[in-house]
Every structure is written in structure tokens, then in C-alpha cells.
Nanobody, 122 residues
Framework: QVQPVESGGGLVQAGGSLRLSCTAS????????VGWFRQAPGKEREFVAA????????LYSDSVKGRFSMSRDNAKNTVYLQMNSLKSEDTAVYYC???????????????WGQGTQVTVSS
């Protein structure tokens, strides 16, 4: 099975940028859909973006569309979430997940990383 491992979180000022990485451990992402979700304190887990590895097609939530972009690197077996124009409401723990269905529902993803904290100061 594949194990996603996130990195790249941190503290950034509002309006700034940050890039998260998610690398596959154990197996490759080749046959999976890889998604990013986030969860802020006291809130439910929220879909952010997803990429279908085979076609690189992407899906974004309305709250991040136009500001975030997701890409992949075959050679590094890694996906990236480039986050621009960050807002305080983007503060959350960001999780990378892998599944076989191209979906914005967290239930469609079987394998989850441990999460990485993103804090946007205003």
C-alpha cells in the first residue's frame, strides 16, 4: 500500500506563498488519485484539491481556486500544492491522501499522511 508523507508547512504572512509536498512511501502514486484536505481547529475536514496521477487532471475547491495549484513530479513520485495569496482562513493542518476515486469526498481516500501545519498570520 502507499503511504503519503507531507512536508513544507510553516508560518507565513497573509498574502504570501507556501509550497507543500507529498511523497509516496511504500508504493508509487501511479494508479492513484492524490488529494489535499485541511482541518482547522473546531472545524470539519475540508477538501482542498486533487490530482489524477494518470492524466494530471486537477480538481479544486471554490475557496482555493485561482490561488492554489496542484502538480506532480513523476521522477520524484511527489505531488505539490502551491499556495499563493494566502489568507488567515487558510490556517489549518493540511493532509495528503491517496485513493482510487477522483473525488472531493474524504471518504474516497484510503491512505492518509500525518498532516503538516500551515499558519497564516494576518
Amino acid at each position: 500500500q502507499v503511504q503519503p508523507v507531507e512536508s513544507g508547512g510553516g508560518l507565513v504572512q497573509a498574502g504570501g506563498s507556501l509550497r507543500l509536498s507529498c511523497t509516496a512511501s511504500g508504493r508509487t502514486f501511479n494508479t492513484y488519485v492524490v488529494g489535499w484536505f485541511r482541518q482547522a481547529p473546531g472545524k470539519e475536514r475540508e477538501f482542498v484539491a486533487a490530482i489524477r496521477w494518470s492524466s494530471s487532471s486537477t480538481l479544486y475547491s471554490d475557496s482555493v481556486k485561482g490561488r492554489f495549484s496542484m502538480s506532480r513530479d513523476n521522477a520524484k513520485n511527489t505531488v505539490y500544492l502551491q499556495m499563493n495569496s494566502l489568507k488567515s482562513e487558510d490556517t489549518a493542518v493540511y493532509y495528503c491522501a491517496a485513493g482510487i476515486r477522483y473525488s472531493s469526498s474524504w471518504a474516497a481516500y484510503d491512505y492518509w499522511g500525518q498532516g503538516t501545519q500551515v499558519t497564516v498570520s494576518s
